[in-house]
């Protein structure tokens, strides 16, 4: 079974451009939340999708938003960039809560580098 | 709101040494834990899992017991190797907030020959 995929990798962008970031979940898993990682803040949860509908939000500005389609798969898009949007964006997948613990299955992130 | 506090790193090991990573956590409701595990350059992977009080989570030598009276789920092993030296999160997952879990700040762990 194909794991989570993220894309692009790495990229770098300029203060007050804009980006997008895609994730493909584990064929079959319906939830797919985001997270930001920071040397100085952690895992910060960003949302949570599932079947195409925002079910749960984190504490970031309206700058992040994100999106999924009816293939499961989900982007995040970051507007009017800052420096202090430099991080790991991980994309996680899991199976409903209602029928799992909750466990998630990461992909390796996207490295946004903001100059 | 759920909170996770991890013991603060980083830890430094020699090889075949045990080690225990403390965590605590405050959650409404009934939560499932777990430690996750991060190598360099990539993401986090589960490394083991508990569901309800008692419960122990075991994988690759490493276990946790969820301790619902002292709300601990605290990762231990008997003999560590130089291949264990990764960032270690301890999270959880609130069937109360659908979809949303919440991780300690990670602890980095080095294990020396």
């Known amino acids: 079974k194909a794991g989570v995929t993220q894309t692009p990798r790495y990229l770098i962008k300029t203060r007050g451009q804009q980006v997008t970031l895609s994730c493909s979940p584990i064929?079959?898993?319906?939830?797919v939340s985001w997270y930001q990682q920071t040397p100085g803040q952690g895992l910060q949860f960003l949302f949570e999708y599932f079947s195409e509908t925002q079910r749960n939000k984190g504490n970031f500005p309206g700058r992040f938003s994100g999106r999924q389609f009816s293939n499961s798969r989900s982007e995040m898009n970051v507007s009017t960039l800052e420096l202090g949007d430099s991080a790991l964006y991980l994309c996680?997948?899991?199976?409903?809560?209602?029928f799992g613990a909750g466990e998630l299955f990461f992909g390796e992130g996207s490295r946004l580098t903001v100059l | 709101g759920d909170s996770v506090t991890q013991m603060e790193g980083p830890v430094t090991l020699s090889e075949e040494a045990f080690l225990t990573i403390n965590c605590t956590y405050t959650a409404t409701g009934y939560p499932s834990l777990f430690w996750y595990v991060q190598y360099p350059g990539e993401g986090l992977q589960l490394l083991l899992k508990?569901?309800?009080?008692?419960d122990k989570g075991s994988n690759k030598g490493f276990e946790a017991t969820y301790r619902k009276e002292t709300t601990s789920f605290h990762l231990e092993k008997g003999s560590v190797q130089v291949s264990d030296s990764a960032v270690y999160f301890c999270a959880l997952s609130d069937n109360t907030n659908a979809g949303k879990s919440t991780f300690g700040d990670g602890t980095t762990l080095t294990v020396k020959p």
């Open positions: 508990a569901t309800k009080a008692d």
């Open positions: 064929s079959g898993h319906r939830s």
């Open positions: 996680a997948s899991s199976v409903d809560r209602r």
